[in-house]
């Protein structure tokens, strides 16, 4: 299986931060890379696919970067709604595997 | 309004049964493949199974694989996961999750989740 090794695993910051979280492949999937935010009690949402698109209807302050086994979601300016988990997930050859995710709490 | 909403999830003894489904509705179910994704609690989330529109393909998590089956039944919208052999890492919340289907896979839309509880 595709290992996928996000860092850090956590980090503080405050609204209007610029947050980048990043997510290690263990070895090549191209872009085939997708980003996921999840709040307590809630389930996954979909941010970004494909390693740079934005998914419908997310706001364009999430951007996502990288291809080969190096990648990067970018928070240009925190907002409260923003604090949650992020996980990043490999599309590219089945089984699927997610990173341990990154929590993004209030400093 | 596009839906997914998960059922069947509770508490079973270890080495028992349990199958859990999903109705989908605000789509054309037929043309998606569909997943099950969990999420053990304080933990992060681990793919599962996966299930072409067609049920064509079927893949497995290494973990699941001889104890779980995933089917559908297009004609009732639904989504099944028939969990056998249960064991205490099963106990999980499980997501249903459609995937986008197109260019780059990617799970769009997502259940609220059935808890599932392996327990003696």
């Known amino acids: 299986d595709i290992q996928m090794t996000q860092s850090p695993s956590s980090l503080s910051a405050s609204v209007g931060d610029r947050v980048t979280i990043t997510c290690r492949a263990s070895?090549?999937?191209?872009?085939?890379l997708n980003w996921y935010q999840q709040k307590p009690g809630k389930a996954p949402k979909l941010l970004i696919y494909?390693?740079?698109s934005l998914q419908s209807g997310v706001p364009s302050r999430f951007s996502g970067s990288g291809s080969g086994t190096d990648f990067t979601l970018t928070i240009s300016s925190l907002q409260p709604e923003d604090f949650a988990t992020y996980y990043c997930?490999?599309?590219?050859?089945?089984?699927?595997?997610f990173g341990q995710g990154t929590r993004v709490e209030i400093k | 309004e596009v839906q997914l909403v998960e059922s069947g999830g509770g508490l079973v003894k270890p080495g028992g049964s349990l199958r859990l489904s999903c109705a989908a509705s605000?789509?054309?179910?037929?043309?998606?493949?569909m997943n099950w994704v969990r999420q053990a609690p304080g933990k992060g989330l681990e793919w599962v199974s996966c299930?072409?529109?067609?049920?064509?393909?079927?893949y497995y998590a290494d973990s699941v694989k001889g104890r779980f089956t995933i089917s559908r039944d297009n004609a009732k919208n639904s989504l099944y996961l028939q969990m056998n052999s249960l064991r205490a890492e099963d106990t999980a919340m499980y997501y249903c999750?459609?995937?986008?289907?197109?260019?780059?896979?990617?799970?769009?839309?997502w259940g609220q989740g059935t808890v599932v509880t392996v327990s003696s």
């Open positions: 999750a459609r995937d986008r289907t197109r260019a780059y896979d990617a799970f769009d839309i």
């Open positions: 605000g789509f054309t179910f037929s043309s998606y493949s």
């Open positions: 299930i072409s529109g067609s049920s064509s393909y079927i």
């Open positions: 070895q090549s999937i191209s872009n085939y």
């Open positions: 494909g390693a740079s």
């Open positions: 997930q490999q599309s590219y050859r089945t089984s699927w595997t």
